[in-house]
């Protein structure tokens, strides 16, 4: 394998990081893997909970997969076992558990949504049931005995609910130190999560310190503010782009978000380059740009990153036509009604919205049209007809023909 010269490996490595932890120790196994001829392992460990994926969850899995790029050996711990314990890092209640088999559902869906970043052909994938569930109380009282209750209470999330006097489970102790134990079992040099997962990733450390192993260095990645620039990015904020969004949804969604977020988002959503980064500084602060413009080479860049230039293209192409120039798809889908039909149902029947209580949502905040007129009314009817069709129109974006 010829690696890169430590210097130019670092350059990819820093990009869009919080933190690497210790960076000068990072740095003398980048050389020693160079000297040896041998990659790094780099584990990446996922939490199953949920199984759609944005963006968001895209900023740690680029970084992995910088690491897949320069030669290194990506691990993708599946964490199917600690799923079932919940992770307590930036809750302020206990999280719910999950069954074996709903992690393991979860983490299928998980593996397969990350081929949009990682290179499958070269990751490694394990899961820490495969060692976890073998080990006896014995064991389970050994790991528990390698930390004591205050350096756990050091966790912010945990010291905050500690004060409030929010109870904080026993179980939930044991969550990084079970993510501490994929790194002593993995033997890994590095491993990388967001912000919140800092403590965990230490626990990590100084569990291989006290088994004997060379302690992995950590690195952490900034947490990703959604379209709205307040909270994370998350699904249940309705702030998220998903990974299989569709480019013309990609597009809408990032020129929704402020002035203020475009850099960030350059970095850790687009993955730019230092030189693209400068540039698009100097426009910010230049008078005569606008903004929008930066927006929009900020869409076509994250679309060509999860799909292909072309679909960036087409994806704007939509966006003038439909959005701005208030026009119709030429190809949009069809619905047919057999009988009147609550326009709730409609939207849900034809696939266009994932539940009723989302079509009622968006009624109620003014942003479904028939053949251009407000639905209001949550219980609108569509009435049969013997021939003719409507335009159902669902926000900016999404529309529906309905044969009546």
Not at 201 to 224: E, Y
Not at 266 to 281: P, Q, S
Request: aromatic fraction near 6%; charged fraction near 30%; glycine fraction near 6%.
């Amino acid at each position: 394998m010829n690696f890169l010269p430590v210097s130019k490996q670092m350059e990819l490595i820093r990009r869009g990081v919080e933190e690497i932890l210790p960076e000068d120790e990072l740095e003398k196994k980048l050389q020693k893997s160079i000297t040896t001829n041998k990659p790094l392992k780099i584990k990446l460990g996922c939490d199953p909970s949920r199984p759609d994926l944005h963006i968001g969850h895209g900023v740690v899995l680029r970084k992995l997969r910088h690491f897949q790029d320069l030669g290194h050996q990506a691990i993708l711990v599946i964490g199917d076992f600690t799923a079932m314990i919940g992770d307590p890092s930036g809750r302020n209640k206990t999280r719910p558990q999950l069954s074996l088999n709903e992690a393991r559902l979860n983490a299928e869906s998980y593996v397969k949504q990350s081929n949009k970043i990682l290179d499958t052909k070269t990751l490694k994938v394990v899961y820490n049931s495969s060692w976890l569930n073998k080990m006896n109380f014995n064991d389970v009282v050994s790991l528990a005995s390698s930390y004591t209750v205050a350096r756990m209470l050091e966790r912010d999330d945990f010291t905050k609910r500690f004060q409030q006097e929010i109870p904080i489970l026993i179980h939930e102790f044991l969550y990084p130190l079970a993510q501490g134990k994929d790194s002593v079992e993995l033997q890994s040099d590095v491993e990388l999560g967001g912000t919140d997962q800092k403590f965990n990733l230490l626990v990590g450390r100084d569990l291989q310190k006290s088994n004997g192993q060379a302690p992995q260095c950590i690195i952490t990645t900034p947490l990703l503010e959604g379209t709205d620039g307040v909270e994370k990015m998350s699904k249940s904020y309705g702030n998220h782009i998903g990974l299989h969004d569709k480019p013309e949804d990609m597009y809408g969604k990032t020129l929704s978000i402020s002035d203020d977020m475009i850099l960030k988002w350059l970095v850790l959503a687009a993955d730019v380059d230092n030189e693209v980064l400068e540039k698009a500084k100097k426009q910010l602060k230049s008078p005569s740009n606008n903004p929008m413009e930066i927006k929009r080479d900020l869409a076509r860049r994250i679309i060509t990153l999860f799909y292909n230039q072309k679909a960036a293209l087409k994806a704007e192409e939509y966006f003038n036509s439909i959005v701005v120039g208030k026009g119709i798809p030429k190809d949009i889908k069809e619905y047919r009604c057999k009988s009147d039909e609550l326009i709730v149902n409609v939207m849900f029947n034809s696939g266009l919205l994932k539940s009723k209580g989302e079509a009622r949502r968006m009624i109620k905040q003014g942003a479904v049209r028939l053949d251009g007129q407000l639905v209001s009314d949550i219980n609108f009817e569509i009435k049969f007809k013997i021939k003719g069709e409507v335009i159902l129109k669902i926000g900016k974006r999404r529309f529906l023909k309905v044969l009546i």
